[in-house]
């Protein structure tokens, strides 16, 4: 959910920095909704999302019909879960770290899945989660998690080997 998520946000126009931290968001804050959690959030309507897609106030950021609370540290948007921001180095520590190395290639297919899919269903929170996310998800989390692995057993060889040739 994370780096689709990311990718999603990244294809909208925000900054990679922003983006790691909505991806990083938006996994916590759907973790905590299956669990229960329910906060009320700003609507926006129809025609308020067409005439800005991503839309960024005081203390909240939009994008599409989706929002989350935001914070600023050292001149950067940061998006918060409590009083807790996601910052890029969470996100590589919760997230990338992982992929055992292997982030950059599920990075980049997450944006070309992203950029297959009309803006419209970009900025709709329930369409991205259905049209994009839910359909893919066992799918991506199988693949990504098996090209870690390998990534991880080749590391584990290639260090075996390291050392079997310093003896």
Known sequence: MATL?????SVLGLPLDMSLSWGLNRAIFYAAA???FKKPIRGRTRSSIHEHPVLEEKDAYFLGNEMAYKTEEKGKTYF???DKPQRVEDFKKQIESR???KFNE???EALELVKSFDKEILLSQKGFYQQVYKP????LAKKWTEFSSHARHT???NSSNARAGDA
Request: hydrophobic share 40%; proline share 0%; charged share 35%.
């Open 5 to 9: 998520q990311a990718a999603r946000a």
């Open 34 to 36: 299956k669990r229960g």
């Open 80 to 82: 918060i879960i409590g």
């Open 99 to 101: 992929f055992q190395g």
């Open 106 to 108: 599920a990075w980049e």
């Open 136 to 139: 893919r998800r066992d799918l």
């Open 155 to 157: 590391s584990k060889i």
